[in-house]
């Protein structure tokens, strides 16, 4: 069950065979069904959860409206990042696209692992390195690129996952409705 | 001329002597006048600085207009960090508000700090959690909160610094016309 979490950090860093041991104790595996959050908005984000397998979607309300702005699928880790850091209440939510198998753990023990794993720290920089530039490279989008673009980055960016997320969610992550998305797949020839 | 800077790395991680000299060997000083740019867009971000003194301003280009989204003053580091990770042009300008003392160092140097200090990990890993906050709490207050929460929002995070910041770069941060900003303030009796 450990493996997939053992070899996605292996991929960043090294790991003592007694820090794999120590892996197994910090993460505890955990289950959504489809439609299911790990995260709601207004709560404080205190997990990270590695996806063994599944797909979710991160969103934010604005004016009442839905803003699915990525989307996270197995093999990578997911937790909203600003509001464990800064301790506030999350803006974000994040929500089971497919029912998901997770293992989770708290930020507390995602912080022994950079004081205790012999390269804990960089492990740390190299996680938060790949959310960061996924995240504002998508926020910074929406104020510089057209939907066509827009939607050209996400094919390009999730080309594996497209085919498991339901339009209106894509569409929702272009910046665009439903119909507009369907006018731009068409004169994309898709 | 290094204090600054051994003093804003110690108050994140303990320098050894050995890395204090290593330190002064990597950046080198520079110096910008008010208008000058540290980075424009197009341009792939090959630096990291750390300002002595003065201000500058992260501006984004959209539908030809720019978009003001942050400030960096004395005692900050800046950089684009999301070209300079990702080795992509960058979308952002970096733009001196006030002339600008900075030492600067290129992003192999900031590696070597990473690999070569003995807390050089937990130092980029803290000071990435630092911008990364900053940086998602402004991108994702643009779609959720109303321009004169995101004033009390600048009001509050920049407050020893907004009386240096011209009015109109302040409203393109909160997302208004200048005209709008004044309206802003005279409700919230400023």
Redesign the interface.
């Known amino acids: 069950m450990y493996e997939q979490l053992e070899d996605a950090i292996q991929r960043l860093i090294y790991l003592k065979p007694e820090e794999k041991l120590l892996l197994r104790q910090l993460f505890v595996p955990k289950y959504l069904e489809k439609g299911d959050y790990f995260l709601r908005a207004g709560e404080p984000c205190q997990h990270v959860a590695f996806i063994q397998q599944g797909l979710l979607r991160y969103y934010?309300?604005?004016d009442g409206e839905e803003?699915t702005y990525s989307f996270a699928k197995e093999h990578n880790f997911v937790s909203d990042?600003?509001s464990l850091?800064?301790s506030q209440p999350s803006?974000?939510s994040i929500q089971a696209l497919e029912s998901c198998s997770l293992l989770v753990t708290t930020y507390e023990n995602f912080q022994l692992i950079?004081q205790q794993f012999e390269?804990g720290?960089?492990l740390?920089?190299l996680l938060?390195?790949t959310?960061?530039?996924k995240?504002?490279?998508q926020?910074?989008s929406l104020?510089?690129d057209s939907p066509e673009e827009r939607y050209k980055f996400f094919l390009e960016h999730f080309s594996e996952i497209q085919q498991r997320i339901p339009q209106y969610y894509v569409a929702s992550y272009v910046g665009v409705k439903p119909q507009s998305l369907s006018r731009i797949r068409r004169r994309l020839g898709i």
Chains 1, 2 share one sequence.
Do not use: A, H, N, P
């Open positions: 934010l309300l604005g803003f990042y600003e850091l800064s803006k974000k950079y390269e720290e960089r740390g920089r938060l390195e959310v960061f530039v995240i504002i490279q926020l910074t104020y510089q």
